[in-house]
């Protein structure tokens, strides 16, 4: 590792080995300007995180020195930006509990790895008649390509319900995953509710039944550590861009011996072993999995993104969003009519906590909050069913991360005093 990295992250824990807010912070140029007047109170890190200058350094680093495009040329920049490049799939490998790195695919997201196997996967193996399970919990990420696939092969689409604090309801789940059933599809950690979902447990019934499992840990992977063989899955989705790296980035893990078994999704320049004008062979796993150039800077960067995360540790992650949400919802439910949707424990949620006023509307919350300098988000949060089933049109949602302490909370309790004595609620 970089002593450059270690050095600065070392600083990023306190004396007491906690992390060290303010130390973090600082790291984070985009916090320093004010907004509307007031100091930037980020809270809408389930969107997207902020970016450290370690990372947006490497970007401009990548640009400035090592530039070329990758896999293809001889020359030493192409070298250069091809080993770093690769030398970034090794440590996602190794970042989510230390998989083949063949297994490691890169993609612009979330969103277009749970597409790759719904198209490739899904396409090769599900038939009319068979079931997709997913939970009616699901962003659209995770639900649009699996309703699209049953429409087009003629599978049903079953989904698994929720207790009224947010969690999964698996009472009945031995008649919803059944022999019929060939992949459930299901979030590690939702990004309105908060809930962390017991995948393995899912897995584990859903293998038992011959089904395949793929989990969209978009919002997991950012907030706790992943050990990607504990979670049970066949299928790993996530973005870099939620945990400090780049846009345009993402990790589809996959078992090697399915993602040998199915053809590639987006076809063209790198992915191919052989053309002829009249056939083709494709290249070994994952580069089948990688046509035409990819995001090299925005990979490249990513590296450091993980390096800074690893640094703080996981663990401590985990533990500084377990005490800053149990301080959020407290602080949150002492204000009349404020309503929290998903579990209330922290321990069992990660820091996406939506909530409605009774009186406000989500969004005008949102607008005054804005004014105020504190970013959150309002809507429906790609998860209209979701909303649906709960009954309402939006929440607002306030979600945290790495550099977020008590004193912006403080100021979004405040903030929303003051938008209710505004509203003359
Ligand atoms: N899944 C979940 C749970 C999410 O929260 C998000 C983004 O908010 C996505 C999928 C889609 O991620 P992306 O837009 O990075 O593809």
Known sequence: MNPDIRNDATALKGRSGQMDIDRIKADFPILKQPVNG?????????????KP?????????????SNANIHRGLHTLAEKATSAYENVRVHAARFIGGVDNSEVIFTSGTTESINTIARTWGEKNIRSGDE???????????????????QNTGATLRRISLTPDGQLDLTNINDIITARTRLVAVAHMSNVLGTINPVADIAELAHRRGAIVLVDGAQAAPHMPVDIKQTGADFYAFSAHKMLGPTGVGVLWGRKTLLEDIPPFTTGGEMIREVRFDRVTWNDVPHKFEAGTPNIAGVIAFDRALSYLEELGMENIRSHEIELSGYAINRLLELDGIEIQGPLDPHLRGGAISFTDAKIHPHDISTFLDSRGIAIRAGHHCAQPLMRTMGKVATARASLYIYNDRMDIDALIDALKETRRYFGV
């Open 53 to 65: 200058k370690q990372v947006i350094d490497a970007i401009v680093k990548y640009y400035n020195e």
């Open 38 to 50: 007031h100091r930037l109170v980020y809270l809408d890190n389930a969107a997207t995180s902020q």
């Open 132 to 150: 997709i399970v997913i939970t009616e919990m699901e962003h659209h990420a995770n639900l649009v390509p699996w309703l699209v696939l049953s």
